[in-house]
């Protein structure tokens, strides 16, 4: 069992209760902070007898924080083992692929539950709850990518209070990060995060800088791939295989196309991928959501923390009459792409969890094509849109954002959506539009971008019906180009016309490091950004 999984287990039998005994005795305490939650009932059935429990080993180890994140984490570890021994007799080859999602994302739901009940800085533990939201709804989503909602009803149904626990844990950190006595401090954790003068993150190294920033002579690589043997391997996966420890390893892929899927796995933290430039060093795919969810669907998926990829291509080529086909999906917290192009059609970028950053990037696609619940900013950034299948309508985004406390979104900052070469001549047959509300809350911001004459003058599309249109937040901030006017826009509830003011949430600086806990206004957009 891994490590964390097993912690988390022992933990459980401290503080574990049977779901079928209500708690009566719940303290008045308890009633109070649970009517803050946004599922109070949930909160005041797990938490009562736990309160209970705490105070009697240590009235000062649990606060209430910590208590429900703990409770929460249990639950996580019973759903776990209780997707892994389900019955799958029933299930044919697709309901396995979607099965074996779920059973891969509740093991890192376990994971991002520790790591919140380790951490002292509620920043870092909203981002990893989040994603733990982002792990539940992909578990359906890949039941519902092959038409088999029907199957969802075989998953255990304690899964339903699980996921509001989730919900309830992320408003209950959520108002810790947002307490006037802890402002300060959690301010000064923010500041430490704000980009550097020369356009990147500084939780990146002095020496991952530099890297980022050398070009012409091959860098001093830990690892050298190349299909001709004169490296230490001939493919990536095999490199990624061979990289570890923990310390940044930095893997040189020569110029060359490499038809392979590659999956850098949770474990595998701070591994550098530095290819020969765009076009010239290519990793490519074509799995698709026709035969595998798409989750799984990726030519490249990474999971460990502190990725970075530079002057590399990354596509799929299923083409868009096999629909959701994944280029990248990343779930890399504190990742960076940089002078990378993302190729594909529907779905091609899969932004799905915790802090991203992409610098100088090209990303083409047709539907969705940037997609998924991170915490993602694109800056300086060329968006192509490609031409579609023949009926179809282009989305640049669906934002996944399912619940209002999530500090999630994407966020598009002086870049340029425009018409591939394909798309260019054929533009005024086919309407496009900047985004779509994939789940309620979605979350997209273009600001200070140029947007060509292909996007539609209503700039957003709805997903279906009145789904989401109040409670979804997108807003423009200062774009141009012909494509750029707001006078014809959508008129929902969640659309805005944004000031600089409320565009400053959005910056680099500010956003990675989560908006819900940084003063709105004064934020001032400047040549650093």
Known sequence: ???????????????????????????????????????????????????????SLDQTKFSFRDLAIQVTLNQAVRAHQLVSEMDLSS?????????????????????????????????????????????????????????????????????GNFSKLISNSLAINKATVTSSSTHSNFAKQVGNRRLLAHGFPSWLSAADRKLLQKTGAAPKADIVVAQDGSGNFKTISEAVAAAG?????????????????????RSAKNIMLIGDGIEATVITGNENAQTTTTFRSATFGVAGEGFIARDMTFENTAGPQKHQAVAVRSGSDFSVFYRCSFKGYQDTLYVYSQRQFYRDCDIYGTIDFIFGDAVAVFQNCNIYIRRPMSGQKNTVTAQARSDPNENTGTIIHNSRVMASSDMRAVQGSF????????????????????????????????????FALSTLYYAEYMNTGAGASTSGRVKWGGYHVITAAEAGKFTVGNFLAGDAWIPGTGVPFDAGL
């Open 1 to 55: 069992m891994d490590k964390l999984v097993l912690r988390a287990f022992l933990l459980a039998h401290f503080f574990i209760f049977p779901l079928g005994n209500f708690v009566n005795g719940a303290s008045s305490a308890t009633i109070t902070s649970c009517s803050q939650t946004p599922y109070p009932e949930v909160c005041n059935y797990f938490m009562g007898n736990s309160i209970n429990v705490a105070a």
């Open 91 to 159: 299930f044919d080859g697709r309901a396995k692929l979607a099965w074996n999602d779920c059973l891969e994302l509740y093991e890192d739901t376990v994971k991002h539950l520790n790591k919140s009940m380790s951490t002292n800085n509620p920043i870092d533990a909203q981002t990893w709850l989040s994603a733990a939201i982002a792990n539940q709804q992909t578990c359906q989503n890949g039941f519902i990518d092959f038409n088999l909602a029907t199957h969802l009803q075989t998953l255990p149904s304690m899964l």
């Open 245 to 265: 420890g923990g310390k940044r390893t930095v893997i040189y892929v020569k110029a060359g196309v490499y038809r392979e899927n590659v999956v850098i796995k």
């Open 431 to 466: 309407k496009s539009y900047l985004g779509r509300p994939w789940q309620k809350y979605s979350r997209t911001v273009f600001m200070k971008c140029v947007l060509d004459g292909l996007i539609d003058a209503e700039g957003w599309l709805p997903w279906s019906g009145g």
